[in-house]
Every structure is written in C-alpha cells, then in structure tokens.
C-alpha cells in the first residue's frame, strides 16, 4: 500500500516538474485540432471557469486540465483505500 502511494506520488510530481519546465516555452505540446470529438470535449472543458479562472497553476490550460484530472483521480483513490480499510476492519471484527 505505501508503495503505491510512493510511487503515485512521484510521477504526480515528476510531471509537474515537467509541466514547470515547459510552461510559457515553445516546447508545449501543439494539439490536433481537427474538430474530432476528443479535442472538442478537451477545448470545452479548457475553456469553463474551472480551469481558466479557478485552477490556474499553469498558462497553457492543458497543463491545468491534466493536474486537475490528476487530483480528482488521486483523491478518488484515497476515499477508496480508506473506505475500504474501514471496510477490512469491519469484516475482521
């Protein structure tokens, strides 16, 4: 279990690590945008207040999509480890 949170913990920070060194650089990523479903849905999402007022850590609003994505997934993971331990504790008794 703290192995896995060890190494969740690391690749969120090594990417935002790289996110730093990228963001305001010409070295962002150039998106596809061909008008398919998933660069729209992305667009739109970059686009709400959430991500252009609220959670603003980086200029390049994709950067923002992502950490944002990878919070919610981290908290989601953490609400279940610790449900589930209660759970456990539960069923042993």
Do not use: C
């Amino acid at each position: 279990m703290k192995r896995k949170w060890l190494s969740i913990t690391l690749i969120f920070f090594f990417v935002q690590f790289i996110f730093l060194l990228m963001d305001g650089t010409p070295f962002e990523p150039r998106l596809n945008d061909s008008g398919n479903i998933m660069s729209r849905f992305a667009q739109w999402i970059t686009e709400t207040k959430l991500v252009t007022e609220w959670f603003t850590l980086y200029s390049y609003p994709y950067f923002n999509l992502v950490t944002l994505v990878f919070l919610i997934v981290i908290i989601i993971n953490l609400i279940s480890d610790i449900t589930h331990k209660k759970r456990m504790k539960i069923i042993r008794r």
